[in-house]
């Protein structure tokens, strides 16, 4: 705190670094909190690879900027202003947003404001879970960008930046050291986090005795000062094993003093592996679910489904052929480690509270008979893909073309990601290959997913790359090329779009430039075709 409240520090950038589940996020938000209170937090981002807006940099400055007009409401109107002029400023470069939201509006205010106002406005911005940003690229560019905002400015501003050591973050921050003063501090063992995993359990403990539905049936002295330096010892200096814990504990459907039993029971202590406390909690917990094939199927969904699909309960009862209560069953065991709305809680979404379940689960060799096979996933998830789209017919059309009424968010989640669960399957599988030859009509899914010329290559490649397997079909690889050339063909959407009916009709005298942009690869498979005879 004495960093952030000396006004003449020379280091006004903070690189706050450890290892998954040290307690980064803990120890940001406990800052953020208190210069809140302080007055002295001018804003706060939270990355995070569970969520859709928070995973990426798009929202990063607009959120950066409302937060400053909001904590120095000086700056609100020249942030008003910026945001009128150009609408489209969300859109642009970090730097050229940082400049126009940010830099000018402070810069404004200051040069109006007095200096004694000035020297009382918040200074403190915090970025957490950098490393959780999609792409190095853009992680180093966020480093870049928002330290070199700090020179420009004459108001004096502090950033904290939170992560794990990654390779470039680190080479970041080297090459930034040349010509910008900053600190660090690693979370290791070194830094001694013992006493704040204590601190923590005992304020969690203090909470289940005061607050648990069973709590008149807990002693005031639960649990010995023996079992809290067990559990500090078990945490190995690991945030998220404590914070686990504590939410097995509180489970208020559970006798939290038999389940702290069982947390003591489960392993010897061994110092030499950071994780494997971790690992024997989170194995003890998948070992009390009664369905476990059902629960990895959905856990399996949450981790390699397509894009940002939202993963409701309902949404899930559809995919797997589940009534919605049965969803809720299969995971009432799970809520120490996943968010779970409640039943009959519309468009609530199922999420994990910390990336290093899906650590556990996908690492045969920790988590055991709870893996997660990454290739039988989507093995299977291209089977029901396959299904969905030899259910549909042209009839379904009209459905898609009228604003998809009637047509649930599952069957256009299984149809339009039909191919990336195809290319990531097991070539190997004859339930696959009899589900795709039962495909008889393709059309539905070229009207539902726009990009599918783009994808069809991909699909004819994962074709070929699988022929030898498929020997004991004959011609499969043409045969079902022919009817996707050939539904293709007749797809009113796909023709009238592209301009395809002059590709298939004439394919060595192209009168579509935008075909063969749009098209390189296809244009060559599709004459191999002619040549096999498919066409």
Not at 362 to 385: I, N
Request: with cysteine; charged share 20%.
């Amino acid at each position: 705190m004495q960093w952030i409240q000396d006004v003449v520090e020379s280091e006004d950038v903070l690189w706050l670094y450890g290892s998954a589940g040290a307690g980064k996020s803990a120890i940001a938000q406990t800052i953020a909190e208190m210069c809140a209170k302080l007055g002295l937090l001018v804003a706060s981002f939270f990355f995070s690879r569970l969520s859709q807006s928070r995973d990426n940099e798009k929202c990063l400055v607009a959120s950066i900027a409302y937060q400053l007009s909001l904590s120095i409401p000086e700056t609100r109107i020249y942030v008003e202003s910026a945001v009128q002029i150009d609408p489209s400023i969300f859109h642009k470069s970090l730097d050229t947003q940082i400049d126009t939201l940010i830099i000018r509006p402070l810069e404004n205010a200051y040069a109006v404001v007095d200096p004694a106002v000035a020297k009382q406005w918040p200074r403190l911005v915090v970025i957490d879970g950098l490393d959780e940003c999609h792409g190095p690229l853009i992680q180093c560019s966020i480093i870049r960008v928002l330290s070199a905002a700090l020179l420009r400015v004459s108001v004096p501003l502090f950033l904290l930046v939170a992560s794990r050591p990654e390779p470039h973050i680190r080479n970041t921050f080297n090459i930034l050291n040349k010509s910008h003063a900053f600190r660090h501090i690693v979370l290791d063992n070194s830094y001694k986090p013992d006493a704040d995993i204590k601190e923590f359990l005992l304020s969690r403990f203090k909470e289940i005795r005061e607050n648990h539905p069973l709590s008149s049936y807990i002693p005031r002295s639960w649990p010995s000062a023996q079992i809290i330096k067990r559990l500090v010892r078990k945490s190995s200096g690991q945030f998220v094993y404590a914070s686990t814990v504590m939410k097995y504990l509180d489970s208020p459907n559970h006798r939290p003093m038999k389940r702290l039993d069982v947390i003591i029971g489960l392993i010897s202590v061994d110092g030499d592996m950071p994780y494997k406390e971790l690992d024997a909690l989170y194995s003890h917990i998948f070992s009390c679910v009664e369905d476990l094939a059902t629960t990895l199927k959905i856990l399996g969904f949450l981790f390699f489904r397509q894009g940002f699909e939202p993963v409701t309960p309902d949404f899930l009862a559809h995919l797997l052929g589940l009534d919605e209560e049965d969803v809720h069953l299969c995971l009432s065991e799970l809520h120490s480690i996943l968010f779970i709305p409640p039943p009959k809680t519309s468009g609530l979404q199922i999420r994990m509270t910390h990336v290093s379940l899906q650590d556990f689960l996908v690492d045969k060799l920790r988590s055991g008979k709870y893996y997660l096979d990454e290739e039988v996933f989507h093995t299977d998830l291209a089977q029901q893909c396959a299904r969905q789209l030899s259910s549909l017919s042209m009839n379904t059309i009209g459905q898609i073309r009228g604003g998809l009424k009637g047509f649930s968010r599952f069957k256009i989640y299984l149809t339009s990601s039909f191919l990336h669960h195809c290319i990531h399957a097991s070539p190997h599988s004859p339930d696959l290959k009899n589900d795709l030859m039962q495909i008889c009509d393709l059309r539905p899914w070229f009207e539902i997913r726009p990009s599918v010329l783009l994808d069809l290559p991909t699909l004819f490649a994962w074709l070929y790359k699988v022929r030898y397997v498929l020997m004991d079909v004959p011609n499969f690889e043409i045969n079902l090329r022919s009817r996707l050339i050939r539904q293709l063909k007749n797809s009113r959407a796909t023709s009238n779009r592209f301009g395809i009916n002059i590709l298939l009709e004439s394919p060595t005298n192209i009168h579509s430039r935008e075909a063969m942009l749009i098209l390189p690869g296809f244009y060559s498979f599709l004459l191999r075709g002619i040549r096999a005879g498919s066409l």
